[in-house]
């Protein structure tokens, strides 16, 4: 996992895999607050299955609500553009018990609680860049409580890129 601010990821682009550094300046490119929700092409359509982005409106939810979730096909670069949430984090383990079993169509496993736990603020500039072997939980409501509202971009990149 790695985490930060898409300002400050600007000054320090030598140290990213070139793909992340692509899915960063994307995200410094556009104000995600104003665009509709829905899928958005980095680089154009027609790589569409290699790197895409979700913008994403919703509203934080109780912990205990929030499933893990885990992907196979692509990393996460999850950008919150307003708002503010927890993510929960956790190394995948064998200890890590499913929720629902491994999903191919959306490229996703949801577990029961992640072992152990870890969580990170994400506020608006802010990314967590989550590989295959990072399970997270986002939409975490803060300390304000749950359902605030909040405006996230999901970049996900094939791992054939990385």
Not at 6 to 27: G, M, N, R, S, T
Request: proline share 8%; with cysteine; aromatic share 12%.
């Amino acid at each position: 996992m790695i985490i930060g601010t898409v300002d400050a990821a600007a000054k320090h682009e030598a140290e990213y895999p070139p793909v992340i550094d692509e899915a960063l300046a994307f995200l410094r490119s556009q104000d995600f607050t104003k665009l509709a929700e829905g899928r958005y092409y980095p680089r154009g359509k027609e790589h569409g299955e290699e790197i895409f982005a979700d913008v994403q409106r919703y509203e934080t939810k109780p912990a205990n609500e929030c499933y893990p979730e885990a992907h196979k096909k692509y990393a996460d670069v999850q950008f919150v553009a307003a708002g503010s949430e927890y993510i929960g984090w956790c190394p995948f383990s064998p200890e890590l018990e499913e929720h629902a079993s491994y999903n191919d169509v959306y490229d996703i496993t949801f577990y029961e609680r992640l072992v152990p736990e870890s969580t990170i603020m994400l506020k608006p500039g802010s990314f967590a860049v989550l590989y295959p072997e990072d399970v997270h939980a986002p939409r975490m409501a803060t300390e304000e409580g749950p359902g605030r509202p909040v405006t996230k971009v999901v970049v996900k990149i094939s791992v054939d890129l990385l």
